[in-house]
Structures are given as C-alpha cells and as structure tokens.
C-alpha cells in the first residue's frame, strides 16, 4: 500500500510539472501526502539546511501533532515560557515524547483539555511554520506511530491559514537564519555595537543581547532569556547577520571553512560597512583598508580574490595604486573593481589605463556591484551534510502570499 501511493504521489507531482511554471507549494505537498496516506509521519527538510527536520504526525486526512527532529526540547521551553509561564519550569524526563510530555501535564491535572488543545495547537503551528517556510522542501514519509489518546484532529488549513504571515517572514528569513533552532555567535564585536543602533530602540540593554550572543545558544534559547517573540527577535537581529556582527555559523565553523578575501581600499567608513553588507552574505570575507600607502604589502600578503578599490584615495588616487598593483608579478591577474564619485568619460579612460577590471560610478546598487563580482570570481560554496536516506519529492519553488499573524493561546 505504501508502495502504491508512493508511486501515486510522484505522478501527481510529475503531472502538476507539466501544467505549472513553478511547481507545487510546500504546503500543496504536504496536502498531497496526507491524502494520499491513511496514517503516518511526514518529515519536511531543507536541502541547504538538512541538520533540522519538521516531523508532521497525520491520520485520515487530518493533523494531529507536529514536532522538530533535532532541538525540540528549546522550541518547547520557550513555547510553554510563553504560553504556559506558571509550568515553565516542567520539562519532559529522559526519553520521553514531547506529546506524551504535554498530554502528561492535563492527566496530572495542571491544565484543563482545552488549555491542552490549544497548547497541542500552538506547538504544531510552530512547527509548520519552520517546515513550510522551505521554498524547495525535502520530504520523508515514515511509518505511523500512535499518538495515545489522540486530543487534535485538524486540517491542514486550518492550522495553516491563521500562521501565513509567520510562514512568509520565515521565509524571507531564511537565507541568514535557518530556523530559530540555529545557534547565533559573534563573530565581530566591534560592528555588533557599532551598528547597535538597529536594535537600541526595541531592546534596552544591548550588552545582556551581547552576553547571549558569547554562549552560542539557539534562537529559541535567546529569545526565552530574553522573554522575546522568537520571530521579532530574528527580525531584530536580521542586519546584523547581513553586515557580519553576528551569525549562525560558530567562529570554529567560520574558519574551517575557508572564506575567499575581497579586499575594499575605501577611507569612507560608511562605504566600508555598506560594501560588507554587500559582499559578505555571499560568502567572502572583506578587509578593508583605509590608507592606500599599505595596500601593496597587505595584498601581496593576503592573495584576496578580487579589489574594490576607490578612485578619491587620499595621499595616492586608485588610479595610481591600481597602477603599482598590475607591476607586482602576483598581483598582475587579480580582478579590481574601480569605484568613483564621477561618472564621465576621462574616468572611464582612466580607469581603463590603470589597468583596472571594472569601472562602477557612485551611486551604485547592491545587483551593479554583485553582477560585476560574480563575473569576476566565483561565490563560494559552504558545504552541507547530505542526509542518509532517500527523499520522497522535493518541490520546485514555492512563493507565499501575503499572510497573516498567528493566533495566540486562548487564556487561561
């Protein structure tokens, strides 16, 4: 039977390919799985990000829980923290399921069926929030396993449709925070409280935000010592993953894999931290280099793959160092990007003399200045684990549409 309807949902997949420009959405797949199984688990995996899975538990058509694989005991700490605070300190014993866990706290009396529903509610939204927030989702299907009693019973839509707005802002999150189950690191403090003015007006105490960020804790764990949403907390810490402050990689990880070095000679401050915000989320490390005078030794020492160099240097123009870099023998092949305030034909003729690749007039925008670097060098690659069994499907491209917020616990 299983082998059946397996077969059955590659066709139905292969058959919407055919019709659709983009495939089907996350959420259409999973529908498709829970019709097209009497009962089981289904788990959901980003291929970028497989270390973490989304396990949905489903019977006749409906779903009845909804769990991480890896770090669910964070996720549910900081759940029961938030909806549950007079129980916060509960937390299941060795080996035992979540679900058993929470069904366990209404047997002994803590909280109503109601209170439970709910609570069973918001811990499987949470999860399908993080599972369908994947554009291009792996999935597994696995065996049922009893859900003993069984206290939800819901439709994928309607757990669904009150959590789209959560899903889309996941989503749009992703390519810096995987999921509120990354661990956040600072990497530079020094631009973590330079730029903390990104997050001085809704967080008071920046340095207790700093301490959090020394102890390479989740997400999840952040946001409950801070007793903050996860999701405004992400959103809060978002510019600081793009400008290099912080991020989801730990220093170790950082330096065992290898960053390509793209050096920007700039005496502008401002310019520094916007070409960084730039350039670092594709993955190179920027130096920056203020003095023209010790660009020549610096490059020699570092081997960068690629200059962005500016043609109003102070004491020697970008013209001129661009000059003495093409007689270095080492240095003759390395890309350099020219940037200038100007945008006439005598810069462009310099430019062109220096020896210079490219010329990129100010103002410029963020597409200008990676189309020319992704001509000159190729982005690195950060490896990912494969995982050791075989997806059911993967899908094509999925594009949320406008959501709405989650709903909160009823009171209690």
């Known amino acids: 039977m299983l082998k059946a309807n397996h077969r059955y949902l590659q066709g139905q997949a292969h058959t919407e390919k055919s019709h659709s420009r983009y495939g089907k959405k996350t959420v259409e797949i999973l529908r498709d799985i829970i019709r097209a199984y009497p009962a089981g688990q289904v788990v959901i995996h980003d291929p970028i990000n497989r270390a973490v899975g989304w396990r949905i538990y489903f019977s006749q058509g409906c779903i009845n829980f909804a769990e991480s694989t890896e770090g669910s005991q964070q996720c549910l700490a900081y759940l029961l923290q938030s909806c549950l605070p007079a129980y916060q300190g509960l937390q299941p014993q060795a080996g035992q399921a979540h679900y058993a866990f929470l069904c366990s706290l209404w047997e002994s009396g803590y909280i109503s069926l109601k209170q439970l529903q709910s609570l069973l509610t918001i811990v499987t939204q949470e999860a399908l929030i993080h599972g369908l927030a994947i554009s291009q989702a792996i999935y597994y299907v696995e065996q049922p396993v009893s859900l003993d009693p069984i206290l939800m019973s819901t439709s994928l839509w309607n757990l669904v449709l009150p959590i789209e707005g959560n899903i889309q802002q996941w989503a749009l999150l992703k390519s810096e925070i995987p999921s509120p189950l990354s661990k956040l690191y600072m990497i530079n403090g020094d631009k973590f409280f330079e730029s903390a003015g990104y997050i001085s007006d809704t967080l008071s105490n920046i340095q207790e935000m700093a301490e959090q960020l020394t102890r390479g804790q989740s997400l999840y764990q952040i946001a409950q010592t801070l007793d903050m949403k996860v999701d405004h907390l992400a959103v809060l810490l978002h510019p600081l993953l793009k400008l290099g402050a912080i991020s989801a990689r730990s220093a170790t990880e950082l330096r065992q894999f290898h960053r390509p070095q793209i050096f920007c000679v700039n ?22 280099l203020s003095d023209p ?120």
Request: hydrophobic content about 40%.
């Open 293 to 412: 005078i010790r660009a020549i030794p610096a490059l020699m020492k570092r081997s960068p793959v690629l200059a962005v160099i500016d043609a109003d240097l102070p004491r020697l123009d970008g013209y001129q160092l661009c000059r003495m870099v093409r007689r270095r023998d080492a240095l003759r092949d390395l890309p350099i990007i020219m940037t200038t305030e100007n945008d006439r034909l005598g810069d462009r003729i310099r430019t062109h003399l220096s020896g210079a690749t490219a010329y990129l007039p100010q103002p410029f925008n963020d597409q200008q200045l990676l189309k020319i670097i992704h001509q000159s060098v190729t982005p690195p690659v950060i490896p990912q684990p494969e995982p050791s069994r075989s997806p059911l499907m993967q899908a094509e491209w999925v594009n949320p549409d406008i959501f709405s917020a989650q709903l909160p616990l009823e009171a209690l």
């Open 267 to 288: 005496n502008k401050p401002a310019t520094q931290r916007y070409l960084a915000s730039i350039i670092e989320p594709e993955g190179f490390e920027v130096l920056h």
